[in-house]
């Protein structure tokens, strides 16, 4: 069973940062893509940052290009993402995404990042 776990969220000020974390099981990790989403309230779910399996190459929104960055511990099964410079913004649920090799995507249940201004 493919389970995902996000973990990191908060409330931080304006120009803070954050760590998030998504822990992952029931998939070969290391073999597929994940993604970072957020979705803010009344808005659509939007993809920010992407990074490979196999060589580690990302791809980042323009709206976080710079100040976010996305990493992958292979070995921990574990996804990050570092949120630096953020603004109110930023503030909305984060989610984990895998799509498997049936085109089917799972997704962690969200951790809440706040910033206030």
């Known amino acids: 069973e493919v389970q995902l776990v996000e973990s990191g969220g908060g409330l931080v000020q304006a120009g803070g940062s954050l760590r998030l974390s998504c822990a992952a099981s029931?998939?070969?990790?290391?073999?597929?893509?994940i993604s970072w989403f957020r979705q803010a309230p009344g808005k659509e779910r939007e993809g920010i940052s992407c990074?490979?399996?196999?060589?580690?190459?990302?791809v980042y929104a323009d709206s976080v290009k710079g100040r976010f960055t996305i990493s992958r511990d292979n070995a921990k099964n574990t996804m990050y993402l570092q949120m630096n410079s953020l603004k109110p913004e930023d503030t909305a649920v984060y989610y984990c995404?895998?799509?498997?090799?049936?085109?089917?995507?799972?997704w962690g249940q969200g951790t809440q990042v706040t910033v206030s201004s």
């Open positions: 995404r895998y799509r498997g090799a049936n085109l089917l995507n799972y």
């Open positions: 990074i490979s399996g196999s060589d580690g190459s990302t």
């Open positions: 029931g998939f070969i990790f290391e073999d597929y893509a």
